[in-house]
């Protein structure tokens, strides 16, 4: 094939660059994944923030202009911290390691950028690119696996022999035409930690998951989250590791060559109770730049709380006790009055009384019985301690 130098020549600009893996593939269609991509949705199983148009998540054609090729890349990201953050009176949480550094998603846009650029000067002929990371159109695994940079695992990730699942995907449709990479096929065997392992179920056992059930998707919901995953969620209070931790192919992989992705220790395994009341324009500066904050601080706090009552932090009940008194959110409010239903351990008449009180005021004003659940049942907890 004519462009077999040409795609030499990009795979050794994009080392350059610093793009850790590179495959092509055609840019054919994807309907082989319509069937179950519609039960799963009729099942109730997506997160809804995948690209809304099925069609056009599984035609190149019908989102660009006479596609040939799509090129897919994949970049490690950390996966153990350089050093480990000072120890002060405050117990911390945790992001997910795929949230550490820099926001994936600008870095990754960047080197395709780059890549583009590349592309056009070794090109020298009239040449389109449409590039997108996980917020486009395409399934980024999908085009992944079918481009040769790795398998699917049954928790639904991409599997790389290199990198393991830590990695970054993006890709880039084209209209010049390059000799397809093999596709790989699963090598997870009778293996089925990632399933075993995953504490709500949501790993249904062929690479799908019922996006409602994983704890990563629950972080990142903005109302309260349902009692069942607020025990499950631990410390950590955006995404989930647990499923790659627990993954045999991810044994010892740790790589740190991209310095946008380096987590500051600090940010990556925040401080909870200071974070209850931090401002917006501390949340901008310290998270701002993270993938871990795209949702808000809302969310954040919220977690916060939940993990506070996960860790049995009764030194923090002042702050929760402030919290409820004066967030103006009722999200925040409710779940602090649940975080303070767990962490008292001795009848206390005044934070009954209290909670009590906030209930009053938050029926007189009408609020939703949702959120007056968790003051009932904060308060059922302490009183049942008499």
């Given at each position: 094939m004519a462009n077999a130098a040409l795609k030499e020549q990009i795979i050794a600009a994009s080392q350059k660059i610093g793009i850790d893996k590179i495959g092509f593939t055609t840019a054919d269609d994807f309907e082989h994944l319509r069937p179950s991509l519609v039960a799963q949705k009729a099942a109730g199983h997506t997160s809804g923030f995948e690209h809304q148009n099925l069609d056009e998540r599984l035609d190149p054609a019908l989102i660009f202009d006479q596609p040939r090729s799509i090129i897919a890349i994949a970049l490690a990201y950390p996966t153990k911290l350089q050093q480990r953050p000072p120890k002060t009176k405050y117990k911390r949480g945790h992001f997910a390691r795929a949230s550490w550094g820099n926001d994936y998603h600008d870095i990754l846009r960047q080197k395709m950028a780059d890549l583009i650029e590349q592309i056009k000067v070794l090109a020298g002929e009239q040449v389109t690119f449409k590039p997108m990371v996980d917020t486009g159109e395409l399934i980024d695994v999908a085009v992944a696996q079918r481009a040769g940079l790795g398998f699917i695992g049954k928790n639904?990730?991409?599997?790389?022999?290199?990198?393991?699942?830590?990695?970054?995907?993006?890709?880039?449709?084209?209209?010049?035409?390059?000799?397809?990479?093999?596709?790989?096929?699963?090598?997870?065997?009778?293996?089925?930690?990632?399933?075993?392992?995953?504490?709500?179920?949501?790993?249904?056992?062929?690479?799908?998951?019922?996006?409602?059930?994983?704890?990563?998707?629950?972080?990142?919901?903005?109302?309260?989250?349902?009692?069942?995953?607020?025990?499950?969620?631990?410390?950590?209070?955006?995404?989930?590791?647990?499923?790659?931790?627990?993954?045999?192919?991810?044994?010892?992989?740790?790589?740190?060559?991209?310095?946008?992705?380096?987590?500051?220790?600090?940010?990556?395994?925040?401080?909870?109770?200071?974070?209850?009341?931090?401002?917006?324009?501390?949340?901008?500066?310290?998270?701002?730049?993270?993938?871990?904050?795209?949702?808000?601080?809302?969310?954040?706090?919220?977690?916060?709380?939940?993990?506070?009552?996960?860790?049995?932090?009764?030194?923090?009940?002042?702050?929760?006790?402030?919290?409820?008194?004066?967030?103006?959110?009722?999200?925040?409010?409710?779940?602090?009055?649940?975080?303070?239903?767990?962490?008292?351990?001795d009848y206390n008449p005044e934070i009954s009384g209290f909670l009590q009180q906030k209930l009053q005021q938050e029926e007189d004003a009408g609020l939703a019985d949702e959120y007056l659940r968790e003051y009932r049942a904060a308060i059922r907890k302490i009183n049942a301690l008499q």
């Amino acid at each position: 094939m004519a462009n077999a130098a040409l795609k030499e020549q990009i795979i050794a600009a994009s080392q350059k660059i610093g793009i850790d893996k590179i495959g092509f593939t055609t840019a054919d269609d994807f309907e082989h994944l319509r069937p179950s991509l519609v039960a799963q949705k009729a099942a109730g199983h997506t997160s809804g923030f995948e690209h809304q148009n099925l069609d056009e998540r599984l035609d190149p054609a019908l989102i660009f202009d006479q596609p040939r090729s799509i090129i897919a890349i994949a970049l490690a990201y950390p996966t153990k911290l350089q050093q480990r953050p000072p120890k002060t009176k405050y117990k911390r949480g945790h992001f997910a390691r795929a949230s550490w550094g820099n926001d994936y998603h600008d870095i990754l846009r960047q080197k395709m950028a780059d890549l583009i650029e590349q592309i056009k000067v070794l090109a020298g002929e009239q040449v389109t690119f449409k590039p997108m990371v996980d917020t486009g159109e395409l399934i980024d695994v999908a085009v992944a696996q079918r481009a040769g940079l790795g398998f699917i695992g049954k928790n639904g990730l991409l599997i790389t022999e290199e990198f393991g699942s830590f990695v970054y995907l993006g890709e880039i449709i084209t209209n010049i035409e390059f000799e397809p990479d093999q596709p790989q096929e699963s090598q997870c065997g009778d293996c089925t930690r990632c399933i075993d392992y995953c504490p709500p179920g949501a790993l249904l056992g062929d690479g799908r998951l019922d996006a409602q059930k994983c704890l990563s998707y629950q972080t990142q919901t903005k109302g309260l989250m349902d009692e069942q995953y607020r025990p499950l969620i631990r410390n950590v209070i955006y995404g989930c590791d647990i499923c790659q931790m627990v993954c045999p192919f991810n044994r010892g992989k740790n790589f740190h060559f991209h310095p946008e992705m380096e987590p500051d220790p600090d940010k990556v395994s925040p401080e909870l109770v200071p974070l209850l009341t931090i401002s917006n324009k501390q949340f901008k500066a310290e998270f701002g730049p993270m993938a871990g904050s795209w949702r808000g601080k809302k969310p954040l706090q919220r977690n916060a709380l939940i993990a506070l009552a996960n860790l049995g932090d009764r030194s923090a009940i002042p702050e929760i006790l402030q919290v409820v008194e004066q967030d103006p959110r009722p999200v925040i409010r409710a779940t602090g009055a649940y975080a303070l239903g767990r962490l008292v351990r001795d009848y206390n008449p005044e934070i009954s009384g209290f909670l009590q009180q906030k209930l009053q005021q938050e029926e007189d004003a009408g609020l939703a019985d949702e959120y007056l659940r968790e003051y009932r049942a904060a308060i059922r907890k302490i009183n049942a301690l008499q």
